[in-house]
């Protein structure tokens, strides 16, 4: 890794070029049925990882990892481990000590937990270790400045996956199949099956909304941010591109955070000529859904007709079910009842009741410290800095979003944008 290139420019082509091919190999996998063996996309992303410069690696990183759903992602994301162990040991990303030992702490517990409970699959033990990824991959992201490049990157990341699913998708259902709960946009065993192949691009509706929700929260703070004519364009169309995937996925959750963010931003705003705009805005976007979008908007009325809306789809009746074995038991309620045995669809009582209230401990003050990171760079902080991490973690709080990095990476975008205003 010492022949890191140096040259700024290449740098920037060589992720550019990566970036692309990678999104036509997965186009023309989901697409157009061709074969493509996950060690190729791995080799891809591999070239970026180690030979381009550390502040620009982590922005890649952050476009490539909401793709992880239709890549080889535990496999990159031990890449990933090692290029910033590797960078660290050469202090080129500065540690806190106590977020380093949180950091430590939170991955050993869950390896031990998952050697007791059985569960060693890479996918278990990147589960793990993936609290150190992200901890070293947002000390780099603070410590080069390069917030807004990772959040256009994210925003980015999640318009190429919403754009590949739905491609994938429609090339064997028509829009109106769609709407239909047996046969709904992120359907991944529906996907595979229909393709024939091993992996898919396809993400549950409810996961990729908590994506948007940080996409567009975040990114509509960072639109009043100085910024390039490019990166705003490109930043409002990959908003707007993936408010409409999530749509047609019929995420009632989607909508509700939207009504709750749109609240928030009202109530924020402190400027009536600014809350009057963004209803006017608000209004006409509303109105040319409905008119553009008749058979989606259709079917999202359908679904909040639906009886299982007032026990939240059977989220109250999950977390009943893995509440009593964890209370039931004193050992349990202290260590947990082991984090891939329990299927909670709230990821916060997924820790609690997964890890118990020990493992609780270091992951809470893994999350606090990040955040008070985060409050560093901002003298005063304001409700509307805080909206995104707000309205993200409802939609966390929603899905049994724990266990992999790309559910724990839009949390960590949302709460970067108390980083943005009144900036030191």
């Known amino acids: 890794m010492e022949c890191v290139i140096q040259d700024r420019k290449i740098d920037r082509w060589i992720i550019y070029g990566i970036g692309i091919f990678i999104c036509i190999g997965i186009l023309a996998r989901d697409l157009m049925g061709v074969g493509i063996n996950k060690y190729i996309f791995l080799m891809l992303a591999m070239v970026p990882l180690f030979f381009v410069k550390l502040e620009n690696m982590v922005s890649f990183m952050c476009f490539i990892i909401p793709l992880y759903v239709g890549l080889p992602g535990n496999l990159i994301s031990a890449c990933l481990l090692i290029r910033l162990l590797y960078e660290a040991f050469r202090h080129k990303i500065l540690l806190n000590g106590v977020g380093f030992i949180l950091s430590y702490a939170v991955a050993a517990y869950i390896l ?30 603070r410590q080069y400045r390069r917030s807004h490049n990772v959040i256009l990157a994210f ?12 491609s994938a998708t429609l090339s064997y259902y028509s829009l109106s199949e769609l709407m239909n709960p047996a046969t ?7 996907l595979l099956r229909s393709t024939g192949e091993s992996m898919a691009t396809s993400i549950d509706p409810n996961f990729y909304a908590m994506n948007v929700i940080a996409t567009i929260t975040t990114g509509c703070l960072l639109l009043s941010q100085p910024m390039t004519r490019r990166m705003k364009t490109i930043l409002l169309a990959s908003m707007l591109g993936c408010v409409i995937c999530c749509l047609i996925g019929l995420s009632r959750t989607f909508i509700v955070l939207l009504a709750i963010w749109g609240i928030l931003w009202v109530i924020c705003q402190g400027n009536i000529k600014r809350t009057i705009l963004f209803l006017f805005v608000g209004s006409v976007l509303v109105f040319a859904f409905f008119r553009l979008m008749p058979t989606v908007a259709k079917g999202l009325l359908d679904r909040f007709s639906g009886d299982d809306v007032i026990g939240g789809n059977g989220r109250i009746s999950l977390i009943l079910k893995y509440y009593e074995p964890w209370i039931a038991d004193p050992l349990s309620t202290i260590f947990g009842i082991g984090l891939f045995n329990c299927h909670t669809h709230c990821a916060p009582l997924l820790y609690l009741f997964g890890l118990g209230v020990v493992g609780m401990i270091p992951l809470f003050g893994w999350v606090v410290h990040y955040w008070n990171q985060c409050r560093q760079y901002t003298t005063k902080l304001t409700l509307r800095q805080c909206v995104p991490a ?3 973690f ?16 839009p949390i960590l975008i949302a709460m970067m944008a108390v980083m943005f205003e009144n900036s030191k």
Do not use: C, E
């Open 112 to 141: 031990l937990q998952n050697l007791v409970t059985g569960y060693m699959g890479i996918y278990h033990i990147m589960a793990a270790m993936d609290f150190v990824n992200l901890y070293l991959l947002m000390a780099a992201v």
């Open 155 to 166: 925003s980015l990341g999640n318009f190429v996956l919403g754009i590949v699913m739905l």
């Open 184 to 190: 709904r946009l992120g359907d991944t065993g529906m």
């Open 390 to 392: 707000i309205v993200t």
């Open 394 to 409: 409802i939609s966390f709080s929603t899905i049994p979003a724990a266990g992999a990095v790309n559910y724990t990476l």
